[in-house]
C-alpha cells in the first residue's frame, strides 16, 4: 500500500474556505471582507510608485543573482532597525540588536521561535486572546506549549487591561509574551501609550520574554508613533524579539519580506546571537531571497523613494480611518440604533464588529458580504463603491 496511506486530511484554513466561496459567489455585489490585505478604493492590491521605481532601477542595472549573507544584507537589516528602533537608537549604537531578514513577518515568528526553543525548551508562550490563528500553531510546531492571556473585551470593544496584566503578573519567568506591536489581529485593539509602560515594568519585574510581533507598522498612527512599544522596551533594558514584516506597509505580501530582530545585553552577545539565528536559518531555508528586501532597502535609503513611501503609507492609513469613520456614519444614518463608533477607535485592518456568527452567516447568504465567522472584518477591503452597499446590509442584519 502507498506511505501515504494513513495520512489524514489537514483541517482546511477557514480564511481560505472564505476566499473559495466568495470566488464561486456570482452575485455582482458580493463583497469580500475576510481577507489580510489592503486594497485600494478600487478594490485592488496596490503596487506603491516607491516600489514600481526601485524595481524598475533594479532591472535596469541587471545584477547578478549570488546567495545572501545567511541573514540577509546588512542594508537591509540595518534599515528595518532604524525603522523599529528610530535611527538615533543608542541600543543600535551600542550594537545591542541583532536583525536576520526573513521570510515575511510569518518567517521572522518562526526563527525566533526555533531560537528560543533551543534557549529554553521548558517555556510556555503566551498568546492574546484572541490572537492572528497562526501565532498558535508556529510556536506549537517550534515545540512550545502555547496559552492565551486575556486580551479582548467583548464588552467595551476594548482591551481588558486589567485582566491582562495581572495574568501576565501570575506567570513563571521566563515565560514568552507574544505582543501585538499596534494594529491588532484580529480585534484592532490596541493598548494605550500608558498600557505599555505597563507592559513593560511587569516583565521587568517578572523576567518574561517579550515577543513583538509587528507587522502593520505605519498603518495606525504613523511609523514612528506606532513603534511605541518597541521604544518602550528599548529604553527598559529588557531583552526582547521583535518580528516585522513589509508584506503591508509596502504591498509586498508576495515577495515574503520581514526581519527578526533581537535586543541583546551587549555587542559581544548579539555576536553569539546572531551565531544561532544563522544556524537555524542555515538549516531552513540557507539565506533569504533577494528582491523583496532589496526593493525595500533601496526605497528606505533614498531620501526621495523613502518620501514617496511615506506619503503612500500615509494615503493607505488615511483611507482605512475613512473607511472607518464612514462605516460609523453611515451606519447611524441607516437608522442602526446599536453603537458601532468603537469602529473608529480601533487600530488597522480589522475590527471586531460584534456582529454573531448567525448574522455574518445572514449577511452571507442574503447579501454575499463575506466576513469571519468570529465577525472580524477587514476595513481595507471597504472601498467608495461597496460601503454604502456593506452599511445598509449590516443595519438590515443588525435591526
Ligand atoms: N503577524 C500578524 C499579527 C499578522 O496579522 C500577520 C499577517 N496577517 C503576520 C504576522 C504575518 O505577516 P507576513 O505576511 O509578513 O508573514
Request: proline content about 4%; some cysteine; glycine content about 8%.
Amino acid at each position: 500500500s502507498s506511505i501515504f496511506a494513513a495520512v489524514e486530511m489537514a483541517p482546511r484554513d477557514p480564511i481560505l474556505g472564505l476566499n473559495e466561496a466568495y470566488n464561486a459567489d456570482t452575485r455582482a455585489t458580493k463583497v469580500n471582507l475576510g481577507v489580510g490585505v489592503y486594497y485600494d478604493d478600487n478594490g485592488k492590491i496596490p503596487l506603491l510608485a516607491a516600489v514600481k521605481t526601485a524595481e524598475r532601477t533594479r532591472l535596469e542595472t541587471m545584477p547578478p543573482r549570488g546567495y545572501q549573507p545567511i541573514e540577509g544584507p546588512a542594508a537591509y537589516d540595518q534599515a528595518v532597525q532604524k525603522l523599529l528602533f528610530g535611527a538615533d537608537s543608542e541600543l543600535l549604537a551600542a550594537g545591542r540588536v541583532v536583525t536576520a531578514q526573513a521570510l515575511g513577518g510569518t518567517g521572522a515568528l518562526k526563527i525566533g521561535a526555533d531560537f528560543l526553543k533551543r534557549l529554553n525548551p521548558a517555556a510556555k508562550v503566551y498568546i492574546s486572546d484572541p490572537s492572528w490563528e497562526n501565532h498558535r500553531a508556529l510556536f506549537e510546531s517550534a515545540g512550545f506549549e502555547v496559552e492565551n492571556y486575556p486580551y479582548y473585551d467583548a464588552e467595551t470593544r476594548g482591551v481588558n487591561f486589567a485582566g491582562m496584566k495581572s495574568f501576565l503578573q501570575g506567570l513563571p519567568a521566563g515565560s514568552i509574551i507574544v505582543l501585538h506591536a499596534c494594529c491588532h489581529n484580529p480585534t484592532g485593539a490596541d493598548l494605550s501609550d500608558a498600557q505599555w509602560v505597563e507592559v513593560v515594568e511587569v516583565c521587568r519585574e517578572k523576567g518574561l520574554v517579550p515577543f513583538l510581533d509587528m507587522a502593520y507598522q505605519g498603518f495606525a498612527d504613523g511609523i514612528d508613533a506606532d513603534a511605541v512599544a518597541v521604544r518602550l522596551f528599548s529604553t527598559s533594558g529588557l531583552q526582547f524579539f521583535v518580528s516585522s514584516s513589509f508584506s503591508k506597509s509596502f504591498s509586498l505580501y508576495g515577495e515574503r519580506v520581514g526581519a527578526l530582530s533581537v535586543v541583546t545585553a551587549s555587542k559581544e552577545e548579539s555576536a553569539r546571537v546572531l551565531s544561532q539565528l544563522k544556524r537555524v536559518i542555515r538549516t531552513n531555508y540557507s539565506n533569504p531571497p533577494i528582491h523583496g528586501g532589496a526593493v525595500v532597502a533601496a526605497v528606505l535609503s533614498n531620501p526621495e523613494l523613502r518620501q514617496l513611501w511615506e506619503d503612500e503609507l500615509a494615503g493607505m492609513r488615511d483611507r482605512i480611518r475613512a473607511m472607518r469613520t464612514g462605516l460609523v456614519e453611515q451606519l447611524k444614518a441607516k437608522g442602526v440604533a446599536q453603537d458601532f463608533s468603537f469602529v473608529a477607535a480601533q487600530r488597522g485592518m480589522f475590527s471586531y464588529t460584534g456582529l454573531s456568527a448567525a448574522q455574518v452567516e445572514t449577511l452571507k447568504n442574503d447579501f454575499g458580504i463575506y466576513a469571519v465567522s468570529t465577525g472580524r472584518i477587514c476595513l481595507a477591503a471597504l472601498n467608495s463603491g461597496n460601503i454604502g452597499y456593506v452599511a445598509e446590509s449590516i443595519a438590515q442584519v443588525v435591526k
